[in-house]
């Protein structure tokens, strides 16, 4: 199952239960009690996602590991290519 796959069953199942209340298809006191705050959950919800979406690029970005044997690698490897363009009559300008 892809990731894309479960995040479309919890939106079913939610939406699907939503529905049921805001169309008065489940009657409890309850929910009779609380329904501007049924009505307005799926707010809530875009909202609370938004922001842990938004705090976990904040803290990935924040927490983003330097590769340092990497870059000198690749620069060893630019040096290289360089050298074998002059070789081969290319004019780089560095």
Same mark, same amino acid.
Request: glycine share 2%.
């Given at each position: ?15 699907? &239960? ?8 489940? +009657?409890?006191?309850?929910? @009779?009690?609380?329904? !501007? =705050?049924? $009505? ?5 919800? &875009? ?8 705090? &976990? ?11 340092? @044997?990497?870059? +000198? =690698?690749?620069?060893? $490897?630019?040096? @290289? ?10 004019? !780089?300008?560095?």
């Amino acid at each position: 199952m892809t990731k894309l796959f479960e995040w479309f069953m919890a939106a079913a199942c939610f939406l699907s &239960v939503y529905f049921a209340i805001i169309l008065r298809q489940v +009657k409890h006191d309850v929910l @009779e009690q609380y329904m !501007l =705050e049924i $009505q307005l959950s799926p707010i809530f919800l &875009v909202l609370i996602f938004g922001l842990y979406s938004a705090t &976990v690029v904040l803290y990935r970005t924040f927490t983003f590991n330097n590769c340092e @044997e990497a870059a +000198k =690698e690749l620069m060893e $490897q630019i040096k @290289e290519a360089k050298a074998d363009l002059r070789r081969k009559g290319l004019v !780089l300008s560095d």
